[in-house]
Structure formats: structure tokens, C-alpha cells
């Protein structure tokens, strides 16, 4: 339908605008934790993952979405720029292996990060851990080692 010469705007596009304006809201460091606690209700893994790497978030909402976390969340929320470390460290101690797993394998993952998870004893997060191109030679040198104690190499 078009109004005034233009196409109205569907449906669709109102709510992506509406989901995008909730993310920059989430992903705002002025954002008060009883807006980021409103926004945590949402269900768009964009908004969740911005809810959750905001320091401004109540650290029990935080915890919270980390453990629901799935691995779409998971790779927005270490996406987000100003994702503090103890907060990326979390998904690498996550409780789901494949949580774990996509922490390992994220590009962008801090090699402080990538050294932890090389202890892993999960083979699949150390696999992870060795294709990704950003892990220090102390991350390899300690996935090396785990491997070799979690009896890989035997037959």
C-alpha cells in the first residue's frame, strides 16, 4: 500500500525497527539496569546478547541468560564489542558443551580465553580451540598437554 507516494511500512520492518532500537537501548552504557531487566524479557537473541554484555545488567539477569544461553546468543553476546572478559569467560564455563564449543571456536575470542578452554575436557572444545586463529602458542602449547592427559593419543 503506499501513503503519500511511498510504500507503507509492513509490519515487519516496524518490528525490526522496533528490535533494533531495543538492542541499541541494551547495548548502551547509560542504560538503567531496570530498562536492561525489561529488555532481558525479550526474546531476540540480538537483544539478549546485548542485555547480557552490558556491565550495567544485574549481575543475577546476566547470570541468568548465560545459562539459558543457546549457541546463537553465544556468538552475538562475544560479538559485542565491550564485552567485559569475565563475562566471555562465563560461556567458557558453560555447563553445554556446545556453548563451550563455539566460545572456542569464535574468531574473536581474547587468547586468555582460548588458554582456559584448551583445558577443557571436552575433545570437541579443544578441537575448537586448535583451529582458531587466534590462540596464543601458550593456548596450543596447553591444549597439547590436556590432550596428552585426557589420553587422546591412546588406541
Known amino acids: 500500500e503506499r ?7 509492513t509490519r515487519k520492518s516496524r518490528f525490526d525497527a522496533f528490535a533494533n532500537t531495543c538492542r541499541e537501548t541494551a547495548a548502551k552504557g547509560s542504560t538503567s539496569p531496570e530498562q536492561l531487566a525489561r529488555l532481558a524479557e525479550r526474546s531476540q537473541p540480538e537483544i539478549l546478547a546485548a542485555v547480557i554484555a552490558n556491565p550495567a545488567t544485574p ?23 565491550s564485552l567485559p572478559f569475565q563475562i566471555a569467560l562465563k560461556f567458557a564455563e558453560h555447563t ?7 566460545t572456542a571456536r569464535f574468531s574473536g575470542a581474547p587468547p586468555e580465553l582460548l588458554t582456559f578452554l584448551s583445558r577443557d575436557s571436552d575433545l570437541d572444545v579443544r578441537l575448537g580451540v586448535a583451529g582458531n586463529s587466534s590462540a596464543s602458542d601458550s593456548a596450543l602449547i596447553e591444549l597439547a598437554q590436556a590432550t596428552y592427559d585426557f589420553g587422546a593419543f591412546e588406541n
Do not use: Q, Y
Not at 59 to 81: G, P, Q
Not at 96 to 102: C, D, G, I, Y
Open 96 to 102: 553445554s558443551v556446545s556453548v563451550r564449543e563455539t
Open 59 to 81: 549481575v543475577e539477569i546476566a547470570r541468568r541468560l548465560i545459562e539459558e544461553a543457546d549457541c546463537v546468543i553465544t556468538e552475538l553476546t562475544l560479538s559485542e564489542k
Open 3 to 9: 501513503i503519500g507516494g511511498r510504500m507503507a511500512p
